[in-house]
């Protein structure tokens, strides 16, 4: 590859979706919103976890982020993924604030 040739993101980095474990304060307060929620009509959805992107040469953690609940996680990982695979590696790290 020559040097002026720009680098694809997805060739730099990874992407996973990273269940995250909460401490039993942090579920009990959820089940407590879960159930006022309920009751007041609205629904609280949990986190599906972080999004993750990390290095491939050393798998050094590049970005971690909130995934959010469905189906905003899905759209959330689906607009990384699109970025990893469509950007060069400067533009995503300049649009994802890594450095």
């Known amino acids: 590859m ?21 401490s ?23 986190s599906r976890g972080d999004i993750v992107v990390r290095r491939r040469d050393d798998g050094s953690e590049a970005l971690r982020m909130d995934a959010g609940a469905d189906p905003d996680a899905e759209r959330l990982l689906q607009h990384v993924h699109d970025h990893l695979h469509h950007l060069d590696a400067a533009t995503f790290e300049e649009s994802w604030g890594i450095r």
Do not use: K
């Open 2 to 22: 020559s040097s002026g040739t720009p680098v694809l993101a997805a060739d730099v980095y990874t992407l996973e979706l990273v269940a995250v474990r909460r």
């Open 24 to 46: 039993w304060p942090r579920r009990l307060g959820f089940a407590v919103y879960a159930i006022l929620g309920g009751l007041l009509g609205d629904t609280p959805l949990q």
